[in-house]
Structures are given as structure tokens and as C-alpha cells.
């Protein structure tokens, strides 16, 4: 038998077939939210993922400010920060976050459930979140995607 006719198959960069999607996250779930779009992100959903290449999508969220969470995060749940100097530690709410930056809330959600090193950083430029309905990228026509397709 030849061992060699059965070879395996890594993505790189020129192989990758990267696409446009476009998601509406009104009324959705945070946390149901972002798992999918991270799924989306890394491209495992993909038959030629590979773990270390950037073979995701591209994805567009409309709606944010529209995002849910459940129970009574929007209240209880904190978001820390530190400056780096002596009593530099801030702390804000989701609703507090979302009044101010509709998107952030989105984004910090997504970005944690990406790999924390240079692969992640660079799966996290391939997403694009807004606040309403508008987007600019119109031009890459994104196709709409329902979340409950993506395993």
C-alpha cells in the first residue's frame, strides 16, 4: 500500500476562501452571540481549518445596542479595567457600557473567546460591529446568516 496517497491538507493564506457575513444581533443573547460569531471568526466550521492560519470570515454585526443578556447581568455583571497606577481600577456595568458604547459590549465578548495571542489579535481585525442598521460593506455583499445554522 503507498502510505504517501493520503496526504494531509493545510490551509495557508493563498488557499483560504474568506467571505462576507453579515449578522443582525437584535434580541439575541450575548454569550449565544458571540460563541457563533467567534466559531465564525477562527473558521471552524470550515472543512479546511487549519489551527494556525486565519481561515475564518469576515463578519459584520448590525444592531448591537440591541443585544440582550439574561437574569439580571445587565445590572450585576462588571467590567474591570486597570490604568497600571495605585487605585487605576474602573469598573462598569453592561447597561452603563452600552449607553456609552453600544459596541463594546459585543466586541469584549467576542475578543474573549478568541486565542489570546498574534492569531487572535489578527481574527479580531475581521470583525466589524455597529451600533444601528447602517453598515459601510455594502460593496463585499455581505450574505445574512441566521445563527441557529452554525453548529
Request: one cysteine or more; proline letters at 5%; a positive charge.
Amino acid at each position: 500500500m503507498n502510505t504517501l496517497s493520503y496526504k494531509t491538507i493545510s490551509a495557508n493564506a493563498a488557499t483560504v476562501t474568506k467571505e462576507w457575513v453579515l449578522i443582525d444581533a437584535e434580541d439575541q443573547v450575548l454569550g449565544r452571540l458571540a460563541s457563533k460569531v467567534a466559531i465564525l471568526l477562527r473558521g471552524k466550521a470550515k472543512t479546511n481549518y487549519t489551527p494556525h492560519v486565519d481561515c475564518g470570515d469576515n463578519v459584520v454585526i448590525i444592531n448591537a445596542e440591541k443585544i440582550k443578556l439574561t437574569g439580571k447581568k445587565m445590572e450585576d455583571k462588571i467590567y474591570l479595567s486597570h490604568s497600571g497606577y495605585p487605585g487605576g481600577q474602573k469598573e462598569v456595568t453592561p447597561d452603563k457600557l452600552l449607553a456609552k458604547k453600544p459596541t463594546a459590549v459585543v466586541e469584549k465578548a467576542v475578543r474573549g473567546m478568541l486565542p489570546k495571542n498574534r492569531l487572535g489579535r489578527e481574527l479580531f481585525r475581521n470583525l466589524y460591529v455597529y451600533a444601528g442598521t447602517e453598515h459601510p460593506h455594502q460593496a463585499q455583499q455581505p450574505k445574512p446568516l441566521k445563527l441557529t445554522s452554525i453548529k
